[in-house]
T-cell receptor, first 115, second 111 residues
Framework: GAGVSQSPRYKVAKRGQDVALRCDPISGHVSLFWYQQALGQGPEFLTYFQNEAQLDKSGLPSDRFFAERPEGSVSTLKIQRTQQEDSAVYLC?????????????FGPGTRLLVL | GQQLNQSPQSMFIQEGEDVSMNCTSSSIFNTWLWYKQDPGEGPVLLIA?????ELTSNGRLTAQFGITRKDSFLNISASIPSDVGIYFC???????????FGTGTRLQVTL
């Protein structure tokens, strides 16, 4: 597709429910990032993939958060046993490298509300 | 997590005015990116800067990569109502690494 797409755009979950958020990066982009954006804040890094390899997961807030990219394209961010503090916008980005220069392009985000 | 210091936090200006905002860090960055985020949407890339001292324009937008590599500036000339939104600076400290974002500048424009 032309840009990064994410689904669902909105998700309401009851506390304790598991959720799965999907990201389709720009075709051909090797690197994929997940960010969490709390209300009124800038996005904060969660995890990073290069192809199917998860190279950095230092930003995942707890072991309830899990991300995968098994075939090096589509990625899924899974949150188990959701808590109210997980309510946020989850952004996916993929990276273009041109002549050694890196640029990240973002999807529209998934707005998660945990009740 | 770490966020860059961005100022001002918000601006309320009249259509046609010029706007300036800046971003500072205690760490050196090797790439600076400026994004605009509209309500309910993801950040949209406006300008990318890759060299210290670089000055780059995109229409009415001009951004500069500070000489110290610890700051960046964004200027918007002759603002129009569709400039409304939140502007974020963001930077890379290394290659293929995570972006660190600023705290955002909320811009509101009146006729």
């Amino acid at each position: 597709g032309a840009g990064v797409s994410q689904s669902p755009r909105y998700k309401v979950a009851k506390r304790g429910q598991d959720v799965a958020l999907r990201c389709d990066p720009i075709s051909g982009h090797v690197s994929l990032f997940w960010y969490q954006q709390a209300l009124g804040q800038g996005p904060e890094f969660l995890t990073y993939f290069q192809n199917e390899a998860q190279l950095d997961k230092s930003g995942l807030p707890s072991d309830r958060f899990f991300a995968e990219r098994p075939e090096g394209s589509v990625s899924t961010l899974k949150i188990q046993r959701t808590q109210q503090e997980d309510s946020a916008v989850y952004l996916c980005a993929s990276t273009q490298w041109t002549s050694g220069r890196e640029t990240q392009y973002f999807g529209p985000g998934t707005r998660l509300l945990v009740l | 997590g770490q966020q860059l210091n961005q100022s001002p936090q918000s601006m309320f200006i009249q259509e046609g005015e010029d706007v300036s905002m800046n971003c500072t860090s205690s760490s050196i960055f090797n790439t600076w990116l400026w994004y605009k985020q509209d309500p309910g949407e993801g950040p949209v890339l406006l300008i990318a800067l890759y060299k210290a001292g670089e000055l780059t324009s995109n229409g009415r937008l001009t951004a500069q990569f500070g000489i110290t590599r610890k700051d960046s500036f964004l200027n918007i000339s002759a603002s129009i109502p569709s400039d409304v939104g939140i502007y974020f600076c963001a930077g890379f400290t290394g290659t293929a690494s995570k972006l660190t974002f600023g705290t955002g500048t909320r811009l509101q424009v009146t006729l």
